[in-house]
């Protein structure tokens, strides 16, 4: 059989088996995840338990870098601490071994069955965790039927003498077979389908079993790059979690390597087939990494703590500061400290609305990019204020309670409006008029002014309003409402006149200038809502402005 046929047959079946591999842990994961995430989060008080339920999490995904994402989810919101969760990731090593060594038996009967099952469940599942079981059916089949590929695309190569010089080569300088192999599995991103695809040709005869069991040590430590550069953008408690995961590993590898001249005669005595011996080695390896280093996880965790320290950050206006989680199981506590978070909001839109009018001067004009940058700000911190509310509600609440979370959240909910239309409208206007290198006439400049001023002024009652709940300032603030809506009628009038006498500032301009007016006329209707609860509570709101037939 011509080479490139062989070769293209081998990646195809190693294609199969990443591929099956993601299927196991996508269907588990959208089947059982928040039982999954409970499980970790219930179990890390404790080493012991904390080291179980990784096993379990780690056999039920086939992958211990998906258990090791989810840890990193707790560990990065401060729900587990460092230490427990270094234990986890001690377990979810062991659990992916489980795997390995279910597929080091002779499973090839179950592949129709498996297939005709999962297809069944996928397609005619009327509920999603059938259908996902069906999935998980699905990939184990295939998981099965890659492997046999392997094997059969193997058979050539054993009688390869190109393939036996590359593996005596390899074989020679374990720690170049430990290098390549963890650059495999971090490249393949499965350590569960490498360690599969290492017992596979061991079995096959074309890589001798210690030659197989340093590839698994590669293996290992290639599962512990993996999560590293999928959160490469994490905090610092998710990189302490890793880098200490990964460092477990690596120093198991290299003591296993140095101790292997001593282990080889002992695996030649086991009288085990290759690829159930490299099975078993891997377990070993894992099971040894738990026993030594289980009980020095805290010692672990106060070392990376003091290698690796918080950054020293300048505050930022989208980082919450009155969010207090501990405060949580105290409604009353937590809604006043989401109250005191969304004025911190109310006063990055503030200053967002006051400085968007300088964006349109031509002297003194400010980047619209600076304007933008306080758009980002709010956005993640209204994101912050909704979800901490709806964990508020998540328990029983007092009517008045429940309400007080709902108007804030909407309040919040306006407050980002504002900040989207001042980002995505008003800037890219005053953008377009710097580009455009345009003028406003000196009257509807003034008229701008004005109706801008106004609405700022609506904002700050607005806030007033919600805050003290006061009827009286809630009639007030949609009475100038009303009047502001009348003033842009005359400015939108007063600016058609303009081009009908044909100004010439007012008519290179008129998309801009009318556009900005719509846009402060958006903004009045999004401050102003906040009265409209509090007056239909008083009974003194119409329920339409038509008149009766």
């Not at 074989?171 to 596979?200: C, E, K, N, Q, R």
């Not at 460092?247 to 005595?269: E, K, M, S, T």
């Not at 407050?415 to 290198?437: C, F, N, P, T, Y």
Request: aromatic share 4%; net charge neutral.
């Amino acid at each position: 059989m011509a080479t490139h046929t062989v070769l293209l047959d081998l990646f195809g079946g190693v294609a199969l088996l990443v591929w099956a591999t993601r299927m196991v842990k996508t269907g588990v994961l959208r089947a059982f995840e928040d039982g999954l995430r409970d499980l970790i989060r219930s179990a890390t008080q404790n080493r012991i338990r904390g080291l179980a339920a990784g096993i379990a999490t780690a056999a039920l995904l086939q992958s211990s870098t998906a258990a090791g994402l989810l840890v990193a989810s707790f560990v990065e919101r401060g729900m587990i601490p460092l230490s427990g969760a270094l234990a986890v990731m001690l377990g979810a090593d062991i659990g992916s071994t489980l795997v390995v060594q279910a597929m080091s038996l002779d499973l090839t009967r179950l592949v129709p069955v498996l297939l005709i099952a999962g297809v069944v469940a996928f397609l005619n599942g009327k509920q999603a965790r059938t259908r996902q079981v069906g999935r998980i059916a699905i990939g184990l089949g295939l998981m099965i039927l890659s492997l046999r590929m392997i094997v059969a695309a193997s058979a050539p190569m054993r009688e390869s003498p190109t393939l036996d010089a590359v593996l005596a080569a390899v074989g020679g300088d374990p720690l170049v077979a430990l290098l390549i192999s963890a650059g495999l599995t971090w490249l393949v991103h499965s350590s569960v389908a490498m360690v599969l695809l290492f017992m596979t040709l061991a079995g096959a005869g074309v890589v001798a079993p210690e030659t197989a069991v340093v590839l698994v040590l590669g293996a290992n430590v290639g599962s512990g790059l993996i999560p590293l550069g999928l959160t490469a953008g994490a905090g610092p408690e998710v990189r302490r979690l890793l880098a200490g995961n990964l460092a477990f590993r690596f120093l198991g590898a290299l003591l296993a390597i140095a101790a292997l001249p001593w282990a080889v005669p002992f695996l030649d005595q086991v009288g085990l087939a290759p690829a159930l011996l490299v099975a078993c080695a891997h377990t070993g390896f894992n099971l040894l990494l738990a026993t030594v280093f289980l009980p020095l996880t805290g010692a672990a965790a106060s070392l990376l703590s003091r290698a690796m320290p918080d950054p020293v950050e300048a505050p930022s206006p989208a980082r919450p500061a009155h969010l207090d989680e501990a405060l949580l199981d105290r409604p009353n506590l937590a809604i006043g400290a989401a109250t005191r978070e969304v004025m911190r909001l109310a006063d990055l839109v503030e200053m967002m609305l006051r400085d968007s009018i300088r964006a349109f001067e031509t002297d003194t004009a400010i980047a619209p990019e600076t304007i933008a940058a306080q758009d980002d700000a709010i956005d993640r911190l209204q994101e912050a204020i909704k979800l901490y509310l709806t964990r508020v509600t998540r328990q029983p609440l007092p009517d008045m309670d429940a309400r007080r979370c709902f108007d804030l959240i909407v309040f919040t909910t306006n407050l980002e409006h504002v900040g989207d239309i001042i980002d995505k409208s008003l800037l890219m206007l005053a953008a377009k008029k710097q580009r455009q290198h345009l003028a406003f006439s000196e009257t509807g400049w003034r008229e701008i002014q004005h109706l801008h001023r106004l609405v700022l002024e609506q904002l700050r009652l607005a806030v007033t309003v919600f805050v003290t709940q006061d009827r009286a300032m809630a009639r007030d603030l949609v009475v100038r409402k009303d009047e502001i809506r009348s003033l842009e009628r005359q400015a939108v009038e007063s600016h058609l006149a303009r081009l009908r006498d044909g100004t010439t500032a007012s008519i290179e301009s008129s998309s801009i200038h009318l556009d900005i007016i719509r846009d402060l006329k958006r903004i009045n209707a999004h401050v102003a809502s906040v009265a409209y609860p509090i007056l239909e509570q008083a009974g003194v709101l119409r329920d339409t402005r038509l008149k009766s037939a």
